[in-house]
């Protein structure tokens, strides 16, 4: 019963096989290999956007971190919700990498902040001269930390909020295929036609090895990233293993395959709990699920098998906590009709 993290399972096996095939032979190093080419390409493709600008990284919070340093000035300020990854789970990286930028977060329920939060925050920094800092970025999370989805219409008004105080907008999408797999979307109608200028495009968590992606729909936004990502250490030399998985995660749609599967369980996992009277504190749209279950039976769970994190939320006590579940491509019928027993 590993509803631990999407991080701890495994590489999926035509990914595997993709980069035991890039293993064979010698190929030029650090982007430069034919592969890499091919996966950029097949990224322009699937987002329609044949003009972007892609680049290939090993880390999520690498790919959030370069991406919103290329968009925010060190005297900057990046507007995101309380809860996004890059406030809670990155360690300060955004604001480092950007050269001492500053976050400004944004309330809503369930990880998702409304255009009226958006607005009201901004106003808080009214920018009449330099004491203010500059407010410069919209990070989006989709989906979001609590298992929620901005759908296309949601990151719209956003960024038209973000249009209008004159702010870039960038989308953490290490779980991207989820959000796409929950609302039907279209790539390019959730990011760059929704008004997305920087997207970071994460694979790690659904089914891949190592693999995120920076892309720049407008490629002038990319000036000079390439020596960003260098200096930061993240410009892998055997590049094309990124590349390797990217083609594969990609080919036939399977990204989105292994997203549904993983909303699937997540959705499964949900009615299982309300079955025994455990019902999930908020919506199941994505691959998480957020249960509020007595400190005695969550130790009880644990002992059985269950591996979940603990997620400390508002109206925990000392006798009750809260615990997140996460589903994953490899999530089995196994794992839940063992969950729905132990119950």
């Known amino acids: 019963m590993n509803f631990g993290s999407d991080n701890a399972s495994g590489v999926h096996p ?41 680049f290939l990284l090993g880390t999520g919070t690498g790919a959030n971190a370069l991406a919103l340093a290329q968009l925010c000035p060190p005297w900057g300020r990046i507007f995101c919700h309380e809860t996004a990854h890059i406030e809670t789970s990155e360690s ?36 009449e001269d330099e004491h203010d800092g500059l407010n410069a970025v919209l990070s989006v999370t989709n989906a979001t930390e609590w298992g929620t989805v901005h759908g296309p219409t949601a990151v719209s008004a956003l960024a038209r909020v973000a249009r209008e105080a004159g702010l870039a907008v960038h989308m953490d999408g290490a779980r991207l295929g989820n959000a796409l797999a929950a609302t039907g979307a279209a790539p390019a109608d959730m990011t760059w036609r929704a008004g997305v200028d920087a997207l970071s495009l994460g694979g790690t968590k659904s089914g891949c090895m190592a ?43 399977l990204w989105l395959d292994l997203a549904r599967h993983a909303n699937a369980a997540a ?77």
């Open 92 to 127: 300060g990286a955004p604001a480092w990498m950007a050269g001492g930028a500053q976050l400004a977060l944004v309330g809503g329920d369930w990880g998702r902040m409304t255009p009226e939060a958006l607005a009201a925050r901004i106003a808080d920094y009214p920018q």
């Open 267 to 343: 959705s499964e996992l949900a009615s299982v709990l309300g079955g025994a009277g455990r019902p999930p504190l908020g919506p199941v749209e994505a691959n998480e699920v957020f249960v509020r279950l007595p400190r005695t039976e969550i130790a009880r769970l644990r002992a059985a098998g269950l591996r979940a994190a603990d997620w400390p939320n508002r109206g925990d006590d000392a006798g009750n906590g809260t615990i997140r579940l996460v589903t994953s491509w490899a999530t089995t019928d196994e794992e839940i009709a063992a969950l729905r027993a132990v119950l």
């Open 211 to 253: 693999l995120e992606a920076v892309v720049f729909f407008d490629p002038e936004r990319a000036h000079s990233f390439s020596f960003r990502r260098m200096r930061a250490g993240h410009l892998w030399s055997k590049h094309r293993f990124l590349a390797a998985q990217m083609l594969a995660w990609l080919d036939g749609d």
């Open 14 to 54: 035509r990914i595997m096989a993709a980069l035991a095939a890039a293993n064979d032979g010698i190929a030029a190093s650090y982007g430069r290999d034919a592969l890499t080419a091919q996966a950029q390409d097949r990224v322009r493709e699937v987002f329609d956007a044949p003009e972007a600008a892609v």
